[in-house]
């Protein structure tokens, strides 16, 4: 990530979190970031916010920020110590960099053999290998809900609306799918419809996902009477919860209405809905259900 060595050795096996100190939260794109910031202020926090250049695109105003290219770690590590930096979060989407194209700057060498790890692989070894790098230089890496579970989706149905005997099975085919990909590292979401699985999430993402289950219906290949389907969106069983957990949000519900879905179901306690209010108005007004589902169901 964005820092460099706290000590004269760089050892990933040795070396000792710090566990304390000011919190900074490495910001990507996307909402998630000031929400977390914000729910930090309110927590009694000063949080310090690193935002990515080219990547961040939350409103800095107000908070104590530095703007910092991935390839500046020196930089960022001389700024941390400067603030007094001890727990480091991430929130937000991030893209992986075009490490080809990175010119490094000095004091980032001795970490950069074990960022370029992240070129293969999955989601999940791209976060095992960033949450090591963070912890490696001495910072404790925090999940977004230690800082505000009040963000995590509850449990029950949220909207006026609530699912149906048929809905409720492609809740459940759908919870299922995602417990069996977890292990392959595939994605976070499908879309479940008549008992079978219609979509499934890979490295486009959610919105995009949802959004081609419109062209499986205007082709033929979805065609379940409109509203149909559920969007189901849950953690990987085995999934790092500091990094990376499944966001849903007022855009998630506008892309399930176009896509004449029945309804969406989240796993609560696991999925984060930093806009649940504007999601369930939304969802109300066009007669969709969300449900906030256990993980077990």
């Known amino acids: 990530m964005l820092f460099s060595r706290t ?12 566990g304390s100190g000011r919190l900074a939260i490495i910001a990507g794109s996307g909402p998630m970031p000031g929400h977390i ?3 930090a202020e309110r927590a009694g926090e000063a949080p310090f916010i690193f935002a990515i250049r080219g990547e961040t695109d939350m409103d800095l105003a107000g908070f104590d920020h530095a703007v910092v290219a991935v390839s500046q770690i020196s930089t960022a590590h001389a700024i941390a110590t400067e603030k007094g930096i001890g727990r480091v979060a991430c929130a937000g989407n991030f893209r992986r960099p075009d490490f080809d194209a990175i010119k490094w700057e000095w004091g980032a060498l001795k970490a950069v053999p074990k960022l370029l790890q992240v070129r293969i692989g999955g ?7 960033i949450a090591d790098v963070i912890e490696a230089f001495g910072f404790r890496l925090v999940g977004p809900l ?10 029950g149905v949220l909207t ?5 005997r048929n809905a409720r099975a492609d809740m459940e085919c759908g919870l299922a799918a995602i417990r069996l990909m977890g292990p392959l ?3 976070q979401a499908v879309v479940a419809a008549s008992g079978r699985i219609v979509a499934v999430e890979a490295a486009e993402g959610t919105d995009a ?3 081609r289950c419109a062209g499986l219906r205007s082709n033929g290949r979805f065609r379940v009477r409109p509203p149909s389907g559920v969007l189901v969106k849950a953690a990987k069983p085995s999934q790092d919860r500091r990094l990376d957990l499944p966001v849903a949000g007022i855009r998630t519900v506008e892309m399930a209405i176009e896509a004449q879905l029945a309804g969406i179901a989240i796993e609560a306690g696991s999925v984060l809905v930093p806009e649940r209010e504007e999601m369930v108005r939304l969802a109300d007004k066009a007669g969709m259900f969300i449900v906030g589902m256990s993980g077990d169901a």
């Open 185 to 187: 590292d595939i994605g």
């Open 123 to 129: 989601d999940d070894r791209a976060n095992t290998i």
């Open 146 to 155: 230690e800082i505000a579970p009040d963000i995590a989706a509850p449990e």
């Open 209 to 211: 996902m949802v959004e």
């Open 160 to 164: 006026k609306k609530k699912p149906d």
């Open 7 to 18: 000590k004269k050795t760089f050892n990933l096996e040795t070396a000792a979190n710090s």
């Open 37 to 39: 910031a914000r729910s």
